[in-house]
């Protein structure tokens, strides 16, 4: 509420200073301009105050399988799903992940392609906190080309290539150290952006299973391949 008294005949202006957080919905040209004339009342002037509360959640999910084993060469499918959990439309979202290029070869994503995708380099500051700085470790991006409404989702769906067997447990390595979005809302470049806590997928590769034995001249018909002479 906000009075001016004892105002004398003349013209005024009355606006509010806009606070960070806050959007003025009221009135249509942000301002009453006011002939104040003697014993002159103007009321309801009132002015309209949206609380902007951006917020922008990221999932990170193994779909291929439903124990997070696969084979070496097999395909590791995850999901990437980006999500405005807030009251403002998050303009052009972006997404990050980073893997671990020694276990795993990016192969594709839908519905897009990355933006752009960096050549491997050494973990060195062991992103995935397996005391390994030897493995190598890439970042993909994708600039998606959408606004998202409050409660809307954009899923990305990748596909990696399994290289080589993962280490046991408790040092099974993350595949995607880094995944997190950021997304700016009304007026980018103003400071107006949000950005998601990172969310992490593991996948456990194993080794290719094999088969072997002998082939042997059964001489007697017993099926004892132990006996002398066989």
């Not at 960070?20 to 104040?36: F, N």
């Not at 003697?38 to 309209?48: T, V």
């Not at 194993?206 to 004892?224: Q, R, W």
Request: aromatic share 10%; charged share 15%; hydrophobic share 30%.
């Amino acid at each position: 509420y906000y009075n001016f008294p004892d105002l004398g005949p003349g013209q005024y202006t009355v606006f509010e200073e806009n606070q960070t957080g806050w959007d003025q919905t009221a009135p249509i040209g942000d301002q009453y301009v006011i002939g104040m004339t003697s014993d002159g009342d103007f009321q309801d002037k009132d002015f309209g105050n949206f609380h902007i509360q951006p917020v922008i959640t990221i999932q990170k999910l193994l779909s291929t399988t439903t124990n997070s084993e696969i084979l070496v060469g097999d395909t590791a499918t995850f999901t990437i799903t980006v999500t405005n959990g807030g009251n403002v439309s998050l303009i052009n979202p972006t997404v990050y992940d980073t893997y671990d290029a020694s276990f795993l070869e990016f192969l594709s994503s839908s519905p897009i392609a990355p933006t752009s995708q960096t050549v491997a380099v050494p973990d060195t500051l062991d992103y995935d906190g397996d005391g390994n700085t030897a493995e190598l470790i890439s970042d993909l991006t994708w600039n998606l080309p959408i606004n998202l409404a409050p409660g809307e989702s954009y899923v990305l769906t990748l596909n990696f290539k399994a290289l080589q067997i993962t280490p046991d447990a408790p040092q099974q390595t993350y595949t995607g150290n880094e995944a997190y979005s950021t997304a700016c809302y009304e007026q980018c470049g103003d400071g107006q952006t949000v950005q998601t806590p990172t969310d992490n997928a593991t996948v456990d590769i194993d080794a290719l299973g094999s088969v072997s034995g002998s082939k042997f001249i059964d001489y007697d018909g017993d099926g004892n391949d132990r006996e002398d002479g066989e």
